[in-house]
Nanobody, 123 residues
Framework: QVQLVESGGGLEQAGGSLRLSCAAS????????MGWFRQAPGKQRELVTS???????NYGDFVKDRFIVSRDNAKNTVYLQMNSLKPEDTGVYYC?????????????????WGQGTQVTVSS
């Protein structure tokens, strides 16, 4: 159906920047919302950001203008530029994509998840 492949992440010092990418592939009619969740050790998974197919964005309160989400619809790829990183940004970042598999009525939809990529910010 829909597969997501993430790249980026790694180890960065506080105040630095990282860029994550997530590409969707497979058999689908369209990709709708894309974005990222994250999960820190011992904490629940939380929404970092989402972006719709027409570019409307939503961010978690903790982002505070530090992160920027963008997407390339032609490549079915979403990007997350993370600036001014803090140690509390450490966690596994999971990409997600909401897809319409077929334009039936009602449409067949599917939410795909990436395998997760580790982001570690040192103080």
């Amino acid at each position: 159906q829909v597969q997501l492949v993430e790249s980026g992440g790694g180890l960065e010092q506080a105040g630095g920047s990282l860029r994550l990418s997530c590409a969707a592939s497979g058999r689908f009619h369209s990709i709708n919302s894309m974005g990222w969740f994250r999960q820190a050790p011992g904490k629940q998974r939380e929404l970092v950001t989402s972006i719709s197919s027409d570019g409307n964005t939503n961010y978690g309160d903790f982002v505070k203008d530090r992160f920027i989400v963008s997407r390339d619809n032609a490549k079915n790829t979403v990007y997350l530029q993370m600036n001014s990183l803090k140690p509390e940004d450490t966690g596994v970042y999971y990409c997600f994509a909401g897809a319409t598999l077929s334009p039936t009525r009602p449409p067949a939809t599917y939410t795909a998840w990436g395998q997760g990529t580790q982001v570690t910010v040192s103080s």
